[in-house]
């Protein structure tokens, strides 16, 4: 994946909110993340927080659920990018095919992402536009 990560804004009120994140590329989390999608020790308990990328999907160390309490254990899950996706999370607005195709980069089945900018998508009109969960 590239070693940048794209800012998504939202208009709150009467002006543009940044959401923060990274991307979970090797040049952002060093060592924290395995080596490929493949090497998550999946369901494996995990002391730091981070979110590692891949082309295969997105992978965090994060507890379990968001509502979870600040106490709870962290595991490793990962979310695989659905087929016929592109690998790369698309800019929003960027032309798609075919309509009503959904894709998820982690925005749904990663449990805790509130330190990272993850995003479903949709695309609708020719393109891509923020989706809900579940839609």
């Known amino acids: 994946m590239e070693e940048f990560c794209t800012n998504v804004f939202q208009c709150m009120g009467s002006q543009f909110d ?21 090497g998550v020790p999946v369901g494996q308990v995990c002391s730091t927080v981070v979110q590692c990328d891949y082309v295969d999907g997105r992978c965090s160390c994060a507890a379990d659920g968001m509502d979870a309490a600040a106490d709870a254990a962290f595991a490793w899950s990962c979310t ?10 698309p800019l929003l607005g960027m032309n798609c095919a075919p309509l009503g195709k959904t894709c998820d980069y982690g925005a749904c089945f990663v449990e805790d992402t ?11 009109g020719g393109i891509w536009v923020r989706a809900a969960c579940g839609g």
Do not use: D, N, V, W
């Not at 509130?114 to 609708?124: G, V």
């Open 18 to 38: 940044s959401e923060i994140g990274y991307c979970g590329t090797p040049a952002i989390t060093g060592t924290l993340c395995a080596g490929t999608f493949q």
């Open 114 to 124: 509130t330190f990272a900018s993850p995003l479903a998508l949709t695309c609708s």
């Open 80 to 89: 695989k990018t659905p087929a016929g996706c592109p690998a790369e999370r």
